[in-house]
């Protein structure tokens, strides 16, 4: 390797045969990207190379790759620009010209010819996508000072194009065209991956004294809103006076119909969406997605990194367990189902749940619930009495058959208020109001909870309690407070149960409700006692 350390500028006249090692000191000084080839052998003619300690190259002259492409290169480069006034290659499959300049506020490219994937690979090292090829004659200049202007002319095609991109792995292009005139741009792609984002598009994009004007439809296998997100925050970071030259000077209308698209660990599948951008402002209506299989339809508008949303939420007779099994808890709950809502927030993307409004209804039947905690944890407690012992289903065998399941709330600042809940069960009818936090995901319930398949027996057995009841039906009041995912289940003092929820007890079950604290053996005590600590 040659020392240049100390030299402030060198002109360099090259001809004749060039030693891998030779050209491997020529890309460290050029600055070349690490993907270009050093080939074995490389002649030169006529060429001339300039080099400045500030940064400053330029080449010019005519090159052979031995059992590879003739080449001509006409380049210089700084440290912000990088002007190709022209590159030729050519061999037997290939016979391309184009060029590439990029200065502070406009780029201009032209591309002439066609070039094949097997000449690249003599040249640059890409993925594995092998008889690419493009051809035709295009050129375009993009000029970024106050607007966004682009001048396109000619025709361009391809097929099996890989695009480098270092951020978040390469472009990969089944098939493009390029169809250029003074009316604007004609564009169609076909099988474009990007990242985990598999789509194709057709439409058009025209600009004028206000900037740059798209109409285009877009088809997705799959997309990945996460991998999107990265890219363009990447993006932003590189370049961020282009990035918002680029934002506030382009529009237009997307129509977007995606077989699934990913946010986290959720898949919406298929999704549907109409989107508008002015300028920095994005609408979107949604006019048909599935969350975790549940429809949803409304519109998402953002703005000066404020987000308004309004949704409406429609099931009708569906089966509950994908819903479950999406969410993550196989094997939770079955039954058939209908959800009913409208949910409306605006905000900060990360302030939305708190923010969130609206209302839901949810029914479902006939179904049984096997591992839900909050149930479990209910079984236990009333099981450690005297009177329920070895009465109630084992749950997680068994499960908890239920007839019919039903709750009305509303949500407020992102906390479901949920002003009536029954639970109809074979074995025990259970009803409940409170309030579960959806930001700080912590819940206190207060429920009353009736085994139905012990009424007669405590009333023969008991005959204080009989004495007591009467023909009423016993009720036992139960509180559930703490985490979401693992609350805490209690027995609820008398003195706090609200006539609301006995009101909603006895509707329910069409008989006088009366509600009784069960009585717990000292064994059994000792041993709640100790599982609490």
């Known amino acids: 390797k040659t020392n240049i350390k100390g030299i402030q500028n060198a002109e360099v006249t090259l001809n004749g045969t060039a030693s891998s090692s030779a050209i491997k000191w020529v890309k460290e000084i050029m600055n070349l990207p690490s993907g270009f080839k050093v080939p074995y052998a490389l002649s030169l003619s006529d060429s001339h190379l300039s080099w400045e300690e500030t940064g400053n190259i330029s080449f010019q002259g005519s090159m052979k790759i ?115 005139s003074a009316k604007g741009i004609k564009m169609e792609t076909n099988s474009l991956t990007w990242g985990d984002n598999s789509l194709s598009l057709i439409g058009n994009l025209n600009s004028n004294e206000k900037g740059v004007i798209f109409d285009v439809d877009v088809s997705a296998d799959r997309l990945g809103w996460n991998n999107i997100k990265r890219i363009l925050a990447v993006n932003y970071v590189e370049n961020k006076k282009s990035d918002q030259i680029w934002k506030q000077t382009i529009s237009g209308i997307m129509r977007l119909r995606s077989k699934a698209v990913t946010f986290n660990h959720f898949t ?19 006019t048909k997605a599935d969350v975790c299989t549940i429809p949803v339809s409304g519109k998402l508008n953002i703005s000066r990194n404020i987000m308004e949303t309004n949704f409406k939420i429609a099931s009708h007779n569906q089966t509950i367990e994908p819903v479950v099994t999406c969410l993550g808890n196989k094997d939770l709950i079955t039954g058939i189902f209908d959800l009913k809502g409208e949910l409306s927030a605006r905000g900060k993307p990360d302030t939305l749940i708190q923010n969130l409004d ?8 006939d179904g ?40 009305k709330g509303k949500v407020e600042n992102g906390n479901l208020l949920i002003k009536e809940a029954i639970i109809d069960g074979s074995s025990m009818e259970i009803v409940f109001e409170g309030n579960i936090d959806l930001v700080e995901k912590k819940v206190n319930l207060s429920m009353l909870v009736a085994p139905l398949k012990t009424v007669d ?60 604290h069960p009585l717990i053996s000292n064994g059994d005590k000792n041993r709640q006692d100790t599982d609490k600590n």
């Open 66 to 180: 031995r059992d590879g492409p003739d080449i001509f290169l006409d380049m210089h480069k700084t440290l912000k620009e990088l002007s190709i006034k022209k590159f030729i290659v050519k061999d037997r499959a290939s016979n391309a010209t184009l060029s590439f300049e990029n200065q502070d506020e406009k780029v201009n490219l032209a591309f002439s010819g066609i070039l094949t994937r097997k000449t690249v690979d003599t040249l640059i090292t890409l993925p594995d996508f092998p008889g690419g090829s493009i051809q035709g004659n295009f050129q375009a200049e993009i000029q970024m000072e106050k607007t966004v202007r682009i001048n396109a002319q000619g025709k361009l095609n391809g097929e099996k194009v890989v695009i480098p991109w270092e951020s978040e792995g390469h472009i990969k292009i089944g098939k493009f065209s390029l169809d250029a």
């Open 268 to 286: 919406v599948s298929p999704l549907h969406a109409d989107i508008s951008l002015t300028g920095s402002a994005v609408d979107a209506t949604i």
């Open 358 to 365: 609206g209302n839901i209804v949810f029914n479902a039947k």
């Open 368 to 407: 049984r619930i096997y591992r839900y905690g909050t149930i479990a944890k209910i079984f236990a407690l009333l099981n450690v009495t005297e009177v329920f012992r070895g009465k109630l289903p084992d749950i997680a065998q068994e499960g908890f058959a239920y007839q019919s399941i039903s709750l």
């Open 457 to 516: 027996f405590i009333l023969r057995k008991i005959p204080l309690v009989r004495d007591i009841t009467g023909r009423s039906l016993i009720s036992i009041p139960v509180r559930v407070t703490g985490d979401l995912g693992n609350p805490e289940v209690t027995y609820h003092p008398l003195s706090s149960v609200g006539s609301g929820l006995l009101g909603i007890m006895e509707r329910t079950i069409k008989l006088p409700v009366t509600i009784i």
